[in-house]
């Protein structure tokens, strides 16, 4: 078999191996895959990425840097089998496999969507609502975001070489801010190999990602302020990393992800014969034994009523003997190897110490491999302990064994269960199986501060349950204290890492101008067409049409009652209406005044207004009674091109009485033929 020799990628050009070079081992069977070693110019690759992928990706607004993510994903979708067959030396299975390599391209594909769906057309994002500074409205705050103007650096962990990659990326690349990526060396073949797929696809713009096979070398004393290092891996390299000199004097954003002791809880609900207690049986199966169990949110601890210990001993023990760990091309293989010697030896010994304190129930830790696997292979079989002792115990809560190794512990009542969860000090999620509701809301007071992420499974979540350790790109990952103290994903979070929130003062017309979108108080466009005959190109943000009066009239009110069938006292019964301290007496539906403002602003001819397909943000904020005549306001607020057909426009509906008096306000949608 040829050795692969995996290239850098640094200021555009493909770097061969150089300098000190090390070889990659084949995780099933010990034979040498490939070489990797870099003698690299970073201070020549953080120059490039300033200086030319920054500028190119902050050119492009949100929406064009996720159809650009969209086009990587599908380049990688359609190449995913040549990355499956190097995935096996990995010790990865087919389904292993599939978690990283199809977990990873999923994660582009929904930052794709959600980029196009939940951010604007535009290189600036609006964050949150105005802020009236002062009594007028002449003077407002507005948060916003921007581009870092640096680079981000991504180090990455062996046990997810694609995944790792792409979940890091996606956001990154959305946010307009260029990568240098650094993979794990032990699996770094797979890693270059989906990279390599990336810059071949010509997606890119010249400069947006980079690529290490080998040492950062002074990688991280080039980072400066508006740079960030996001960090996946253990705690003692996040922690040596952390302490860089440069990165600490110059308040260099470091995100980590690291690895944790995540426990699942078996809830005092569900005994066995219960729906919940077979999921969880499953659950911690599937978690010990998908990659080997190294995931940095595998289950390591298992929490059960004190009754039910042994029987839960039982049913994984039985569940762990059937499966079969062998070459990860076989058929038959359930569980592959782990990615590499090393890692098989500090798995064992970490597992020792672990037994220090845990009777092993079922595997082994004297290193003897399963039968029928190579040799020089990275194998062991899953490892059950259990422990009698959890609150005099030590290090079943600090001491993680990143392999197949997991340790069941009673516990007396749910407040103990939460307390021995906590133990573990932060961990990346935690699980907890049952059906009863208390259950679910008393472990999140008492351990969510302790967790980045809870999971709840019982007979109702079904087949869309996606598993205790499945990250997931809408919801963050990352948690406290020893799983690293940052978040990652996250939806839409996940690209605010890599942008910086400004504090905007300023009047409605210069905010108005800033954001590209119309802001109260600013400046006007009122035109002689009225909005709706005009196609999404030539409408423009602030065009505004007033309308003219109309008088609300209590046989108004009446014939809405009868004809919507609502009859509530405040618009029915004068006596009871003026009872309530809100209400002068009969007043109009909301509904009403709503139905009305519609019909003094529609244009009703056929034209670019092609839908109407909701609104947001209605307020109702004074009564209309009867004699009351009502205006609307109507202005574009913000544009969003949807397709090459049609585009999103958002109006600034202000609904106001005779004294001028605004009654209600709303956001109206709508979509606009190009």
Known sequence: MTILSLNSFAAGKWVAPSGRISDLKSAVDGRVIARLGAELDFERMTDHARKVGGPALRELTFHQRAAMLKALAQYLNERRDALYELSYDTGATKTDSMIDIDGGIGTMFVYASKGRRELPDDVIYVDGNLEQLGKTGAFLGQHVATSLQGVAVHINAFNFPV?????????????GVPAIVKPASATAWLAEAAFRMMIESGVLPDGAVQFVAGS??????????????????????????????????NAVRFVAEQDSLNATILGPDAAPGTPEFDTFVREVHREM????????????????PAEHQEAVIEAISERLAKTVVGDPRAEATKMGALASLAQREDVLEKARLIGSEARLVFGSTDGSRPDGVDAGGAFVSPMLFSCDDPDGAENVHSVEAFGPVSTVMAYRDLDHATALANRGAGSLVASVFTHDPQVARKVVLASGAWHGRLYFANRDTGKEATGHGSPLPHLVHGGPGRAGGGEEMGGIRGVMHYMQRTAIQASPDLLSGITKTFVPGSKTLPKDRHPFRMTFGELEIGHTLETAAREVTLADIEHFAEFTGDNFYAHMDEEAAKANPFFPGRVAHGYLILSFAAGLFVDPAPGPVLANYGLDNLRFMKPVAPGDTLK???????????????????????????DGEQVASYELLTMNAM
């Open 163 to 175: 995944w790792g990659m792409l979940e890091k990326l996606a956001p990154t690349l959305l946010a």
């Open 216 to 249: 950062t070398g002074d990688l991280l004393d080039r980072l400066g302020s508006q740079d960030v290092v996001s960090f996946t891996g253990s705690a003692a390299t996040a922690g040596m990393l952390r302490s860089n000199e440069n990165l600490l004097g």
């Open 289 to 304: 034994t998908a990659k080997a169990g190294q995931k940095c949110t595998a289950i390591r601890r298992v929490l059960v």
């Open 632 to 658: 609307v306001r109507l202005t574009a607020k913000s544009k969003t091109q949807r397709n090459a057909e049609y585009g999103e426009v958002r109006w600034d509906v202000a609904v106001t009485n005779q």
